[in-house]
Structure formats: structure tokens, C-alpha cells
């Protein structure tokens, strides 16, 4: 089973709105990870967390808050966004990160209007 | 500046023929390399994974090719399929950063019957 699930699909939000996206996994995976990925382009990296703790943070703005509140589950909550957030917000998990072979959940579509 | 690079953004090809996808990178602390396949409205799925050490990895109908002296990767599938038709992405590790992979943009490939 290598299933990362992700909740909502999609999701449209108002700039004065606070949302959070869900994205939950039952391998085992130690590691999870935000990704934002806009059309035509490859994933970014927004957020690392290792055995629950955040270990790396690209410079995301404050507007994005990244939570791990146990092993299999990792949330991403959103304030204040602005139109450009609008993307897709992919999770992903690995269970050995040195080799780091990463499995995806299908994502949330968000719009920011 | 773009570490991992695609630079064909699309690929056609008949059905039964070989596909093949470049991918270049130009960091040399890159020492895994994987490609993962994205169908729309999917997250991406690993598809092959190669270590630095080998040139060769093979897994059915997909073979990767690696040359570490030209910085240069390729993706073989034999026989392409209709249903291999999809967004293919690069992907490296950094061996002194190692919970990061960095992707390429991307190759769609269109496996024509």
C-alpha cells in the first residue's frame, strides 16, 4: 500500500477566509512533505517534517502554517492567501530517506479568489 | 537556476515504438535521480530510480540510462504504450541535503495508437 490521501480535492477559498488542508498516510512513513505546484511547472518544495518535527521550511510566507500533529498526518493551514496561491498542493511521504523515493497524494486544487 | 533540466517540454511517438526521455542536471552532489509519472488530476506516481553508483537500472518496460560524466539521465520505455501517455518529471537528490529532491519541468509524453 503506498497511499497518501489528501482532503479536500478542491477547495475555493476567499482572501479573508482560514482554511486547512488534510493529507494523511498509514505506511509508516517517518518523513512528509508540502509541495506547490503551479501549471507547466515542477513541484516545489514548501515544508520537511521528520519524526513530526519541521525540519525544513523554504521560505514559505507566514499565510502558510504547516502542523504534524502525529505520524501519519500532516495539515497545512491557510490564511490570508492571495490570488497567486492558487495551485495545486501536493503531500507527499517516505519511509527511507536516504534513498528519499517520495509517494504523492493526489493533491488539492485550491483557488483563491 | 535550474538544476535539473528537461528540455523537451513534449514527445510523441507511435505505439510499440521506443520512448526516450533526457534529462540533464548540472549539481554534481546529486546522487540519486528518480522519475516519477503524472497523470491530470493525479499526484505524481515513482515510476524508477537509478543510485549514482550504476549506469543501468531496469524494471519491466522502463529502463534508465545514466551518465554521470555528461551530467545525463534518460528514461527508455519499451514498448510505449497509449496508456504511458503523461506528464514524466526528473527528479535528483543532493546528498548533503538529502531530504530535498529537486525536479525537473517536466516531458508529456503522447503514445499515439
Known amino acids: 500500500d503506498t497511499e497518501v490521501t489528501q482532503t479536500p480535492k478542491h477547495l475555493v477559498m476567499g482572501m479573508t477566509n482560514k482554511k486547512s488542508l488534510k493529507c494523511e498516510q498509514h505506511?509508516?512513513?517517518?518523513?512528509m512533505y508540502w509541495y506547490k505546484q503551479k501549471a507547466k511547472k515542477p513541484p516545489e518544495l514548501m515544508f520537511v517534517?521528520?519524526?513530526?518535527?519541521?525540519?525544513i521550511n523554504e521560505s514559505v510566507p507566514s499565510r502558510f502554517s504547516p502542523e504534524c500533529p502525529n505520524s501519519s498526518l500532516l495539515n497545512l493551514h491557510l490564511h490570508a492567501l492571495q490570488p497567486e496561491d492558487s495551485a495545486l498542493y501536493l503531500c507527499?511521504?517516505?519511509?527511507?530517506?536516504?534513498?528519499?523515493?517520495?509517494?504523492f497524494g493526489a493533491g488539492t486544487r485550491l483557488s483563491v479568489l | 537556476d535550474q538544476q535539473v533540466k528537461q528540455n523537451s517540454p513534449s514527445l510523441s511517438v507511435q505505439e510499440g515504438r521506443i520512448s526516450i526521455l533526457n534529462c540533464d542536471y548540472t549539481?554534481?552532489?546529486?546522487?540519486?535521480f528518480l522519475w516519477y509519472k503524472k497523470y491530470p488530476a493525479e499526484g505524481p506516481t515513482f515510476l524508477i530510480s537509478?543510485?549514482?553508483?550504476?549506469d543501468k537500472n531496469e524494471d519491466g518496460r522502463f529502463t534508465v540510462f545514466l551518465n554521470k560524466s555528461a551530467k545525463h539521465l534518460s528514461l527508455h520505455i519499451v514498448p510505449s504504450q497509449p496508456g504511458d501517455s503523461a506528464v514524466y518529471f526528473c527528479a535528483a537528490r543532493d546528498t548533503g541535503a538529502n531530504s530535498k529532491l529537486t525536479f525537473g519541468k517536466g516531458i508529456t509524453l503522447s503514445v499515439r495508437p
Open positions: 549539481n554534481s552532489m546529486f546522487d540519486y
Open positions: 537509478i543510485s549514482s553508483i550504476k
Open positions: 517534517y521528520s519524526y513530526e518535527k519541521l525540519s
Open positions: 507527499a511521504s517516505t519511509h527511507d530517506l536516504a534513498k528519499n523515493i517520495q509517494y
Open positions: 505506511m509508516g512513513h517517518r518523513a
